[in-house]
């Protein structure tokens, strides 16, 4: 019988809530709303979402990945301020 693995995020689950679709071109504050709502409020989640999707941006829309990662940062730290 195999054991139920619980993956650290959820894999192909768009960045994406009622409001709207995570986008480079909305602004910084609409954008961080946007995924944080997207993995129900868990800063972790949605930093580790976010870093995977800068990293499969990364060779084709550089400047997209660059504003992904900045967000992941921005979560990453959110969370680790929160655990303290």
Known sequence: MKKKVDRWFEAGKPLATREGEYS???????????????????ALATARALGQAANVNKKHNPHAARIMKSDADYFYEKHRKTKK
């Open 24 to 42: 480079v071109d909305k602004s910084e504050r609409t954008r961080r709303q946007i995924a944080l709502k997207s993995r129900k409020g868990n």
